[in-house]
């Protein structure tokens, strides 16, 4: 990444993607569609057609499908396109395409109602990006427990004021879960920053989630009334360890994985007594996956349990590892 922009790139696995690129090699009319993190359609565009390419099809026909290890495609993708725009890429055989150029892309809204019977939108050019993340936090965790999730609930403040405890917040009779989103404003910016800029941006962001969340546990060891954003009073878990998620757009993104190590693990459990998580979007997805396939294994287990479970788990997985910055995947060896 610069200050250009970045690059995304992608394996083809399936039969239908190498139909998609023969057809772009026919020159046949092309339709791009843009979907967020948790694989939601938020906008389209058509494109007019490339010039046929004999190439292209050629390299298709001599394309394998199957399995992919994408971590070991990940390494070999990596130090290739670090070569792509240097005097090391003259040695390697590129074809580059080129496709759009417009900047007219049309918004898909998708709204998800609530537990709660309240409308979730997500809008991928919503100016308020802070606010868009923590719509799919919402879209992620509101499943998990019957009551839902709770989006911005409040903490008396001042005289006839309040304020936000956390951006998100579970509560089921065996504990709390508070969810401190932070992402980036990409959107307000005249210039995309770069991928260092990025990094301090979110380091920074963390360092205050973390803060945040200290906070609003203590708010809850203290008993002081939790409401929902209408004023309605809610009822709280407050007397077992609480899980303290930090949300990030992306954990590639997080400058020192160090930083948020064994020790810092440690003094956040002694200060709070609940448990410290560092998540990115993806990461949830797949914790919030493997709650609801451990719940549907399980006669008694709710996914609200397994949620729970899974997230202790991955905390001492964490401490072992001596940092937050893990990516953990369930699998299940069938007998």
Not at 34 to 52: G, K, R, S
Request: glycine content about 6%.
């Amino acid at each position: 990444d610069d200050n250009d922009g970045g690059i995304l790139w992608s394996v083809a696995e399936r039969q239908e993607e190498l139909v998609a690129i023969r057809g772009l090699a026919q020159a046949q009319p092309l339709v791009a569609f843009l979907f967020n993190e948790i694989a939601v359609n938020v906008a389209w565009n058509d494109y007019p057609p490339l010039e046929t390419s004999t190439r292209l099809t050629e390299l298709v026909e001599g394309a394998s499908l199957g399995v992919v290890d994408h971590r070991a495609i990940k390494g070999k993708a990596t130090k290739l396109l670090d070569k792509l725009g240097s005097s090391e890429g003259t040695s390697v055989d590129w074809m580059i395409l080129e496709i759009g150029g417009r900047s007219d892309w049309k918004p898909l809204r998708n709204h998800f109602i609530t537990a709660a019977a309240n409308s979730s939108l997500i809008d991928v050019f919503d100016q308020d990006e802070g606010n868009q993340q923590e719509q799919i936090g919402i879209w992620l965790t509101d499943s998990l427990h019957p009551s839902g999730a709770y989006h911005s609930p409040q903490r008396p403040y001042k005289e006839n004021e309040t304020r936000e405890l956390t951006d998100i917040l579970l509560s089921y009779d065996f504990g709390a879960t508070l969810i401190e989103s932070k992402t980036l404003s990409i959107l307000a910016r005249k210039r995309l920053p770069s991928r260092a800029e990025l990094q301090r941006d979110v380091s920074s962001h963390i360092d205050k989630a973390f803060k945040q969340l200290r906070g609003g546990i203590r708010k809850l060891k203290e008993g002081v009334e939790i409401t929902d954003r209408d004023g309605k009073v809610l009822s709280i878990s407050r007397d077992k360890p609480a899980h303290a998620i930090v949300l990030v757009p992306d954990s590639d993104l997080i400058e020192d994985p160090q930083k948020y190590g064994l020790k810092f693990i440690k003094s956040f459990t002694a200060e709070t007594g609940g448990f410290a998580h560092l998540l990115d979007i993806s990461e949830l997805l797949r914790v919030v996956q493997a709650a609801e396939m451990l719940a549907a294994r399980g006669k008694t287990t709710t996914p609200m349990m397994a949620f729970d479970c899974y997230l202790i788990e991955r905390a001492k997985k964490a401490a072992n590892a001596g940092t937050l910055c893990i990516e953990v995947l369930l699998r299940f060896v069938e007998e």
